[in-house]
């Protein structure tokens, strides 16, 4: 038997897992090897250790302060879901004149085709304004995820308004010069 | 547990007062865990509270074919770890405060009105010096008697990295008692020496 198994046994041991006839041979080891039976006695005396260690408690009741906090956390929640509710809905509506604005400046003065790429842009934005929304939702239930929130939302908002400068008001008016 | 089972389900329907039952009945379990994983009383209450609120908005994904202690103490296990990794992250200096907290007599223990102080004292001193992943095998298995198969789910690994975290943490504990053995011998005899002289 080498050292490292006899060791892994030890362990088992302790736990109750060696049959009779390996603890027999783990023994046997043990009375030749004074380095194993040496950790053997102390892996014993941690052991023993931890078996004494007692059980601690709570210095007071928990459950008002449980409470407290999920109220708190609710409270916050709620907070959070209206006013970004209120933010992308403001968003919305300013996406929304944009598009009909923009849209129409386009149609009547590029091809079809043109017009029907930013319309193609629009309709994407516009589903990833639906994903960000639904991701929105779905980590307003997930504790602790306010923060990740509030930046991605702001992240998607800038991101949004950026493109739609770009491709509405750069893009389009350089092209019509 | 017939109790035990209508408590979850009303928790599960959103039965605050449900909940509260459920809290009172696994709070001292939890908070042992918690002080055990995090050597500081403090941050085992605050985790014990963080415990119950992610049980509650996890509660849908309970399954009442488990024990439901297992369920949350597997829960508490996982929020600590996270801390400790958080805590790992912090600077330098603040670890050194950790580790001085660990000495016995800045402010009483949990533990303390009990008789054989030394002995946990060393207890707390011997979790201390394991790596997070270690020691939340030692203490699922002596304090809560968890098998190697209920502390593989509880912690989500197989059976044989348990088994070999438990082995190297048993190793590892006996290292560190010879080691506090042999300088307590060695100060025994320096101590000794002036008498003798
Ligand atoms: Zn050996």
């Not at chain 2, 297992?70 to 200096?93: E, M, N, P, T």
């Not at chain 2, 009483?108 to 207890?123: D, G, K, Y």
């Not at chain 2, 002596?142 to 348990?162: D, P």
Request: contains cysteine.
């Amino acid at each position: 038997m080498r050292c490292q198994q006899a060791s892994e046994w030890m362990s088992l041991q302790l736990d109750g897992l060696l049959t009779q006839a390996q603890w027999e041979e783990l023994e046997e080891h043990l009375q030749s090897c004074p380095h194993c039976a040496k950790e053997w006695g102390m892996m014993l005396a941690a052991d023993q250790l931890l078996q004494g260690a007692e059980r601690v408690s709570p210095p007071r009741d928990l459950v008002p302060l449980v409470m407290a906090r999920m109220e708190a956390r609710a409270r916050r929640q709620r907070l959070l879901f209206w006013g970004l509710g209120f933010a992308l809905g403001a968003l919305l509506f300013v996406w929304g004149v944009v598009f009909w604005d923009g849209a129409w400046r386009v149609w009547s003065v590029l091809s079809a085709w043109d017009a029907f790429r930013v319309l193609d842009c629009l309709f994407r934005t516009g589903v990833l304004v639906v994903q960000v929304f639904v991701l929105w939702l779905r980590v307003l239930f997930e504790s602790g995820g306010g923060l990740v929130l509030i930046s991605w939302s702001c992240l998607a908002a800038f991101l949004m308004i950026l493109w739609l400068y770009i491709v509405l008001f750069r893009g389009y008016r350089g092209r019509r010069v | 547990m017939v109790e035990e089972e209508r408590w979850v389900s009303l928790a599960q329907k959103g039965d605050k007062e449900a909940f509260c039952q459920l809290i009172r009945a696994y709070q001292a379990p939890v908070y042992n865990l918690a002080y055990r994983m995090l050597g500081d009383p403090d941050e085992a209450e605050d985790a014990t509270q963080e415990t119950f609120l992610r049980a509650f908005s996890r509660l849908h994904t309970y399954d009442p074919g488990y024990k439901f202690s297992s369920w949350i103490l597997s829960i508490a296990s996982h929020y600590c770890l996270d801390q400790l990794r958080k805590r790992k992250g912090r600077f330098v200096s603040l670890e050194g405060i950790k580790s001085w907290r660990w000495m016995p007599d800045r402010r009483p223990q949990p533990e303390e009105r009990f008789l054989q102080h030394e002995e946990q004292v060393a207890v707390r001193r011997i979790l201390s010096k394991l790596p997070p992943q270690y020691r939340v095998v030692v203490i699922l298995r002596y304090w809560y008697g968890y098998s190697y198969e209920e502390m593989a789910r509880m912690l989500e690994t197989s059976q044989s990295a348990i088994k070999s975290r438990l082995h190297r943490a048993r190793k590892m504990m006996a290292k560190l008692l010879q080691v506090s053995e042999e300088t307590q011998v060695s100060k025994e005899s320096r101590d000794a020496l002036p008498a003798s002289l």
